[in-house]
Nanobody
C-alpha cells in the first residue's frame, strides 16, 4: 500500500500560480500511476491530470490543458501539479491519487489510494 499527503494549497489571485506536491510513503512511488483530481463545493470530484509510472506519459482535462503541468520525481517519492494562470473556477480541494495501471486514468473510482486533499482558493 501507499500513503499520500498533499501540500502546497492556498489562496492566490486570479492569474497567479501554485505548485501542489503529493508525497508518498510506504510502497515505492514508481509502482504507481498518479492522478490529480479536484472537488468544488456541491460538485462531483473531477479529473485534472495524470502521469504514468515513469513520468513519460501525461494526460490532462481540457479545462486545465496548457495551464497545469503534472510531473513526478520517483527518487523523492513526490508528484507535483504546477498550476499557472489560475482562475476562480479552479477553486476546489485538490486530491492526489495512485493506482497500479496506466489506463482509464480519468475515472476516480479506478484509484484505490487517495490523499486527504489540499484547498486551493483563487480570488477574482
Amino acid at each position: 500500500q501507499v500513503q499520500l499527503v498533499e501540500s502546497g494549497g492556498g489562496l492566490v489571485q486570479a492569474g497567479g500560480s501554485l505548485r501542489l506536491s503529493c508525497e508518498a510513503s510506504g510502497r515505492s512511488l514508481g509502482t504507481y500511476a498518479m492522478g490529480w483530481f479536484r472537488q468544488a463545493p456541491g460538485r462531483e470530484r473531477e479529473f485534472v491530470a495524470a502521469i504514468d509510472k515513469s513520468g513519460v506519459s501525461t494526460f490532462y482535462a481540457d479545462s486545465v490543458k496548457g495551464r497545469f503541468t503534472i510531473s513526478r520525481d520517483n527518487a523523492k517519492s513526490t508528484t507535483y501539479l504546477q498550476m499557472n494562470s489560475l482562475q476562480p473556477e479552479d477553486t476546489a480541494v485538490y486530491f492526489c491519487a495512485a493506482r497500479d495501471l496506466w489506463m482509464l486514468v480519468t475515472r476516480a473510482g479506478n484509484y484505490p489510494y487517495w490523499g486527504q486533499g489540499t484547498q486551493v482558493t483563487v480570488s477574482s
